[in-house]
T-cell receptor, first 115, second 117 residues
C-alpha cells in the first residue's frame, strides 16, 4: 500500500519568503511522486512530478521538489513566495507512471501568503 | 490545452433523488477518466476508474449501484449518484488521462459540490 503524509494543513509565509511544503511518502515499491496545486473553484493542476530520473525536479511557477529516498520525502519549495501562490497544495504518489495506476493523495496544505 | 470541465459546479437535491454529474475533456481525447470524492479537510479519495467503452473499475468500499459511471465517448464520462442521501454530500472531482499518453498525468476538472438535503 502507498500513502503520503503532508505535515501542516496550513502554512503561512510572508511575500518574498521561502516556501516549504512537506510531504513524506510510504511505498513498498519505487514511487512516482507528484505535487498538484488547487486554486479556489478550480481543478487540480500539476506542478511537477518525480519519475525516477533526476532527484531534483523543477516545476512550473518557480517551484521545485527534491526526492530523498533516505528520508522518504518529497518536499516542495519555492525561493520567494508570491501572492499568487496562495492555494491548496496536494502531494500524491503512484506505483508507476504508466497506464491506469491510481494516485493516492495527501490531505493537502493550504498556503497563505502574508503581504 | 488539456482542459477538463464538470457540470454542474454545484447541485442541491432532496434526499432520495438521483443526480448526474458530467465530466468532459474539452480539447483532448481521454480513454480513461477517474472519479474522486473529497471530504472537507481530507484527501481526494479515488472512487472509480472509468474506461471508454467498458465497465468502470470501482475502488473497494464504493457501491457500484449507488454511484453509476458511464464513459460513452472519448470526451465524456458521467457519474450518477442514485437515491442520494445526506451522507453523499461531498465534493466530487473528475480527472482525465490523455489518450495515448505514456505518462500517468491526469488533468482535473473543477469539481462539483453536491449537497443532499
Amino acid at each position: 500500500a502507498q500513502s503520503v503524509t503532508q505535515l501542516g494543513s496550513h502554512v503561512s509565509v510572508s511575500e518574498g519568503a521561502l516556501v516549504l511544503l512537506r510531504c513524506n511518502y510510504s511505498s513498498s515499491v519505487p514511487p512516482y511522486l507528484f505535487w498538484y496545486v488547487q486554486y479556489p473553484n478550480q481543478g487540480l493542476q500539476l506542478l511537477l512530478k518525480y519519475t525516477s530520473a533526476a532527484t531534483l525536479v523543477k516545476g512550473i511557477n518557480g517551484f521545485e521538489a527534491e526526492f530523498k529516498k533516505s528520508e522518504t520525502s518529497f518536499h516542495l519549495t519555492k525561493p520567494s513566495a508570491h501572492m499568487s501562490d496562495a492555494a491548496e497544495y496536494f502531494c500524491a504518489v503512484s506505483r508507476s507512471n504508466f497506464g491506469n495506476e491510481k494516485l493516492t493523495f495527501g490531505t493537502g496544505t493550504r498556503l497563505t501568503i502574508i503581504p | 490545452g488539456a482542459v477538463v470541465s464538470q457540470h454542474p459546479s454545484r447541485v442541491i437535491c432532496k434526499s432520495g433523488t438521483s443526480v448526474k454529474i458530467e465530466c468532459r475533456s474539452l480539447d483532448f481525447q481521454a480513454t480513461t477518466m477517474f472519479w474522486y470524492r473529497q471530504f472537507p479537510k481530507q484527501s481526494l479519495m479515488l472512487m472509480a476508474t472509468s474506461n471508454e467503452g467498458s465497465k468502470a473499475t470501482y475502488e473497494q468500499g464504493v457501491e457500484k449501484d449507488k454511484f453509476l459511471i458511464n464513459h460513452a465517448s472519448l470526451t465524456l464520462s458521467t457519474l450518477t449518484v442514485t437515491s442520494a442521501h445526506p451522507e453523499d454530500s461531498s465534493f466530487y472531482i473528475c480527472s482525465a488521462r490523455l489518450a495515448g499518453s505514456s505518462y500517468n498525468e491526469q488533468f482535473f476538472g473543477p469539481g462539483t459540490r453536491l449537497t443532499v438535503l
